[in-house]
């Protein structure tokens, strides 16, 4: 495993408790915080107790293939098992390995803001402009075909 200077802390300074495991990062907050998320599961701007990048580390086909029949479903069932209100939770799902994330917080004043991000490396790698390696259409995932 590589080491990783960006790790993100145990704890945030906001109070959010840092759970890194081989296939997660997960953050707990013990009261409601406020979230901005691209998640699949609650995304956008939302009240939070739980946050969560859940790597999936098998080839679907299609969505139905993940437990519970769609991506949202599946990461709901991550924040049951760990028994956090699935309606105060936020959650992506991603390709890239979770032990490879880096975390940053900005300070202004009294607002707090800390982020725990993930990005591709070797074969999920990518950059603004370089395209996509996945495509849906009708729920079902294909290899584009690029010029």
Not at 3 to 9: G, L, R
Not at 97 to 125: N, R
């Amino acid at each position: 495993m590589s080491n990783n200077q960006y790790t993100a802390p145990d704890e945030l300074i906001t109070g959010g408790h840092v759970t890194k495991e081989c296939n997660s990062v997960t953050v707990l907050f013990d009261d409601i915080h406020y979230s901005l998320s691209s998640g699949q599961l609650n995304g956008g701007f939302h009240h939070t107790l739980g946050v969560r990048n859940q790597q999936l580390t098998y080839h679907i086909e299609t969505e139905k293939d993940l437990p519970g029949g769609s991506v949202a479903n599946y990461l709901a069932q991550e924040f049951e098992h760990i028994d956090v209100p699935v309606h105060f939770s936020t959650a992506l799902l991603t390709s890239a390995t979770p032990s490879l994330h880096a975390y940053t917080m900005v300070q202004e004043s009294d607002t707090i803001v800390e982020t725990i991000v993930t990005g591709g490396y070797k074969k999920t790698a990518h950059r603004a402009g370089t395209g996509y390696c996945y495509e849906e259409k009708d729920g079902e995932f294909h290899t584009p075909w690029h010029n």
